[in-house]
């Protein structure tokens, strides 16, 4: 399996979906995508997922970033699925393009494949891969959970916040942060810079080591 991971350029490749044929990097633009995979149309736990990814819709589309579904199968599959999907969050609409790979030619260029689930035909089937996309259309992060554990979107909402707010100040969010909580200065800035980046001041909090390397800043 490639080792697709953060860094690496997302491959531009030509895929079919439920809105017709594109190029990922024209899907992505000048914006952020998240490219998100699915074991398989009409399985229980995609299902939620797709609702859920539905309903954050409003929350992905204030941070400027579009969705990008995939699941092994095809483009009829999908649709069909999709009313299924809808009808399980009602008021939802799936209004994001959904890949169909029922070859698994692009789950294996992704790094989507789950090495234990095979469907009733023995072909692997893809893992709940989440890469988020940024504007360069490189991997900014990514998630690889198993086909039994369906994903959390408020940790994928919160992922991208730290993300973008990252992309703004040399900053980096600390354990458990939320948005609003105070961040932590990037080991990179030295004091003397971050007195000019931070003019408001920042917290340094006292270890044992006294290296002054843990600052709290509000931005
Ligand atoms: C599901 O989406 O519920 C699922 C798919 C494949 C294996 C296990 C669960």
């Not at 504007?135 to 408020?154: C, E, H, Q, V, W």
Request: charged content about 25%; overall charge negative.
């Amino acid at each position: 399996m490639p080792g697709l991971t953060i860094g690496d350029t997302c491959p531009n490749l030509d895929v079919e979906t439920t809105q017709g044929k594109m190029k990922i990097h024209d899907y992505v633009g000048n914006g952020w995508v998240l490219l998100f995979s699915h074991p398989g149309d009409f399985t229980p736990v995609c299902t939620t997922e797709l609702s859920k990814m539905a309903q954050y819709i409003p929350e992905f589309e204030k941070r400027g970033v579009k969705l990008l579904g995939l699941s092994c199968d095809d483009v009829q599959s999908h649709n069909d699925w999709t009313k299924d999907i809808e009808a399980y969050a009602p008021g939802c609409m799936v209004t994001y393009p959904i890949i169909a790979d029922p070859n698994r030619e692009v789950i294996k260029q992704l790094n989507m494949v789950d090495p234990d689930e095979k469907d009733s035909k023995g072909q692997h089937m893809p893992s709940r891969a989440l890469h988020i996309v940024g504007p360069d259309k490189m991997i900014k992060l990514s998630f690889l959970y198993p086909a039994t554990t369906g994903r959390n979107m408020d940790e994928v909402v919160r992922a991208i916040d730290s993300l973008q707010l990252a992309t703004k100040h040399k900053i980096a969010t600390p354990a458990n942060w939320k948005p609003g909580e105070p961040v932590v200065i990037s080991p990179s800035v030295t004091n003397e810079q971050a007195k000019v980046m931070f003019p408001n001041g920042y917290k340094t909090v006292e270890l044992p080591s006294k290296k002054d390397y843990l600052r709290f800043v509000n931005v």
